[in-house]
């Protein structure tokens, strides 16, 4: 019983020193590739006086919503898109339909086969 012991004990050892030797290597190689990927710094920094930034553009004009496409819908989509930008400016420039690559029966049959279970 000692023995049996003995060797799954040293086979743990085994496998863990190799785990920390594999960590370490890693880790080596992420911090010598990071070291040779970084942008070198110039020698000294110029210190060159920036133009004033010019005045802001108007806001283009809003054109109306694509033809076809209901004012709802086209507003359902703004507010869509503007939850997804988190508060970040943006403009919906045009809003196209997207065209059907498969029949209705083919779509309804991959998410058939493919819903989870």
């Known amino acids: 019983m000692d023995f049996a012991i003995l060797v799954t004990i040293t086979g743990m050892a085994v496998v ?4 920390i030797f594999l960590t370490f290597c890693i880790w080596l190689m992420g911090k010598l590739l990071s070291s040779f990927t970084k942008p070198k710094q110039p020698a000294a920094p110029k210190t060159e006086a920036k133009p004033a ?7 283009a004009p809003v054109a109306n919503a694509t033809a076809g496409i209901p004012g709802e ?4 989509i703004s507010a869509a898109v ?3 930008m988190g ?3 943006f403009a919906v420039r045009s809003i196209k339909r997207k065209k059907q690559t498969r029949p209705a029966w083919g779509a309804a049959g991959i998410v058939e086969n493919t819903r989870p279970f």
């Open 16 to 19: 863990f020193a190799a785990l």
């Open 53 to 59: 930034a010019p005045a802001p553009k108007a806001p």
């Open 73 to 76: 819908v086209v507003a359902a």
């Open 82 to 84: 503007a939850s997804m």
């Open 87 to 89: 508060g970040k400016p």
